[in-house]
């Protein structure tokens, strides 16, 4: 009886282990071939760089200078805080018609407020999110639509 369980667990432990490696081996393929993780710039997009002026030597380069945060204790951390503002509870329903409010939510979503008209817009509502091209259902994703 112990034999058997020992052999069952063994066959479930090969199982698993297999799995997993399965699953490593997609995510590594996914990574290395997916043009969202930096693949080499194909087609009609690599012969519209190459014709740019500023493709030097196969690479693209910026017009001006990318500014990297400066590190402090070898984190990267920039030299001022963000300020934080907690929301009171009735801060969207208080709204006036006439005024004009953009608040920033963090990323890239951010609520537009004008003529008492509320928008929220962040990328990842639309129908093909930027780093899932191609899995995204468009009957996952809610719309709305503007009047």
Do not use: C
Not at 39 to 61: D, M, P
Not at 86 to 92: A, Q
Request: charged share 25%; proline share 3%; hydrophobic share 45%.
């Amino acid at each position: 009886m112990r034999q058997n369980l020992f052999k069952i667990a063994k066959v479930i432990l090969a199982i698993i282990a297999s799995i997993i490696g399965i699953l490593i081996f997609i995510a590594i393929l996914f990574i290395n071939l997916s043009s969202e993780f930096g693949s080499k710039s194909k087609g009609k997009f690599k012969e519209r760089l190459v014709k740019s002026a500023h493709f030097v030597e196969e690479n693209f380069k910026n017009i001006e200078e990318t500014v990297v945060m400066k590190t402090r204790n070898g984190d990267k951390v920039p030299d001022f805080s963000l300020p934080v503002v907690k929301i009171p509870k009735n801060y969207f329903s208080a709204t006036s018609d006439s005024m004009t409010r953009l608040t920033w939510f963090g990323h890239s979503a951010v609520l537009l407020e004008i003529d008492g008209k509320k928008i929220f817009l962040d990328p990842m509502l639309g129908d093909v999110q930027h780093h899932i091209r191609g899995w995204a259902q468009s009957d996952l994703m809610i719309h709305f639509r503007l009047q």
